[in-house]
């Protein structure tokens, strides 16, 4: 089986009122993570930087233009390592992963914040950090709030 290299971004979304924004993955395409509630992000295109690849990810996602606000590198030590069906041929290859984790600091309040699920997300929900323990994360997402002290 083929490897491939990816890069990987998302973001935590977090309001003035100390919300984030959390996205529910499509259960029913039983692809990585379905059931569980991720950080917007997604996979940096060719020839693409990550924060370019962070604002796009998340419009398409969330329906959000975070350009407008601060987004702050948090990490970028972390990897993986997945199976991975490529759309285009339906090649099945290995995807080794680095992944570049920000937080966007948001200076309004979640309610006057219009946001929508798209592309592979089925629902968003703005959560408070109580709230973020009745939820399914993914791991990676639950990773990410712990070492920011946010779960």
Known sequence: MRTIE??????ILLSRDGMILLGLKDESNGGQYSGCWVLPGGGVKEGEAELEALY????????LDISIYSSTLIDSSL??????TLPVTGERVIAKKQFYDYVT???VDAKALR????D??????WMSKAD?????LSPSTRELLMRQHLL
């Open 105 to 107: 600091n948001l200076s």
């Open 132 to 136: 973020l323990a009745r939820h399914p």
């Open 56 to 63: 796009r990810e998340v419009k398409e996602e969330v329906g």
């Open 120 to 125: 592979d997300l089925v629902e968003v929900k």
């Open 115 to 118: 946001v929508q699920a798209s």
């Open 79 to 84: 990897t993986g390592e997945t199976e991975k």
């Open 6 to 11: 990816r890069r990987i971004v998302g973001t």
